[in-house]
């Protein structure tokens, strides 16, 4: 008999709903750990582990002690891209771009209770992850950015769209920092999702608490 797997500690079917303010991507840099730790204290609320640039001897141990870190500020833990990395870490999900597999897929390796979001770029592509029973959606690339090779251009119109569209949670990505933040969260964003905004910003403590801030005073004001 096939063994019951169980990703998740947290009922994150409910927590889902948190999906909001400022999703960390990590980007692969010798303080890493350090750097994650500063942005979880001063208001990132969720984490992607993106080891893009990581040896693949160390990214079960990155994500372990990612997974752990953000257990200890109670933030959620996602895995880009692969599901039985997400597995091995007891991430709390996974984010699939479109090229990387179904949602159902995901669902099989992880089991019921982990997260699942997908890479976006139109209303169709939206609509479609809703249907196949993704729990957010990233949506861009809103904004110029060097983070991402190949990315897809989108717009905040395109946004709007989507927002309309969809009842899932929505990530904006692509290109975000503290000037436009906010114009993606008035589109319809429920969090923005950023990069070398916080991974490389001079001081990553003040960087996650200006972007908190503007999110958070645009949410207050589409209230």
Known sequence: MRPKRKLLTNPLK??????SGIYLITESRP???QRVRTALQ??????????????????????????????EYQVLFIVNDDPALALACKADGVHL????????????????????????HSVCEAVEAQHQGADYIGFG?????????????????????????????????????????????????????VISA?????????????LSKACQGESSESL
């Open 141 to 193: 690339c809103l904004f110029p950015t060097l983070s991402k090779r190949d990315t897809v251009s989108a717009s905040l119109e395109e946004l709007r769209r989507v927002r309309a569209a969809v009842t899932l949670p929505i990530v904006a990505i692509g290109g975000i920092h503290l000037g436009n933040a906010a114009l993606a969260i008035r589109a319809g964003a429920d969090a923005v999702a």
């Open 198 to 210: 916080v991974m490389q910003a001079d001081d990553c403590a003040a960087a996650v608490r200006d």
């Open 97 to 120: 771009g479109q090229s990387d597999g179904s949602v159902a897929r995901a669902r099989d390796i992880l089991g019921g209770a982990a997260l699942v979001g997908v890479s976006t």
């Open 42 to 71: 001063n208001g990132v609320r969720i984490v992607q582990y993106r080891g893009k640039g990581d040896f693949e001897e160390d990214l079960l141990i990155l994500a372990c002690k990612l997974r752990a870190l953000c257990r």
């Open 31 to 33: 303080d890493l750990l």
């Open 14 to 19: 409910s927590m889902k709903f948190r999906i």
